[in-house]
């Protein structure tokens, strides 16, 4: 629980480094939206990011439709603040939980940046699907993958798992 506090006080500081009302991205959701736009121009060259006049968020123009924003939820911070502390609250062995840690977050961020990208380009085409895709699909995947780290992460590397089971 101490982990999930200093974190989140430490993420909520970092985002008071950014102005909401002058519609200010903070540079880890600008990575995010950079890195979406990438992975997007693999599947058509007309992919773009752009500033939202009106609200802290960033336009994602897709095939020359805007299809979708990136907001600071999306940059999945916050999933990742849970991973971690989960993995500390049933902790292994220091050197398999600093490698565990990092694997998590790399393969959370690099999903993340895909579930944008699918996300966007499955609007493109089913727009009227937003509600299912959004809240739904790609939530269940994102959550369904960190949910499957912290059982592996629990019975095989935490200094809970049982390392002799009982036949």
């Known amino acids: 629980m101490l982990t999930y506090l200093v974190l989140t006080v430490l993420y909520q500081s970092y985002l008071n480094r950014f102005d909401s009302a002058a519609n200010q991205v903070d540079s880890f959701t600008q990575m995010v939206a950079n890195q979406t736009q990438t992975l997007l121009t693999l599947f058509d060259n007309d992919a773009q990011i752009e500033s939202h006049p009106t609200e802290p968020s960033l336009k994602i123009i897709y095939n020359g439709k805007y299809v979708s924003r990136i907001i600071e939820g999306c940059n999945a911070l916050s999933v990742m603040i849970l991973f971690v502390s989960f993995v500390v609250a049933f902790t292994g062995r220091w050197k398999q939980t600093l490698l565990f840690i990092l694997f998590g977050l790399l393969l959370i961020h690099l999903l993340n940046i895909s579930r944008i990208a699918l ?3 499955a609007l493109c085409h089913y ?17 369904g993958v960190v949910f499957l780290l912290w ?17």
Do not use: D, G, T
């Not at 509600?131 to 269940?140: D, E, G, M, R, S």
């Not at 059982?151 to 089971?165: D, G």
């Open 151 to 167: 059982v592996i992460w629990v019975n095989k590397f935490s200094l809970h798992a049982n390392k002799n089971p009982s036949k």
């Open 127 to 143: 727009p009227e699907q937003e509600q299912l895709l959004h809240a739904v699909i790609f939530p269940f995947i994102i959550y």
């Open 119 to 121: 996300l966007s380009v």
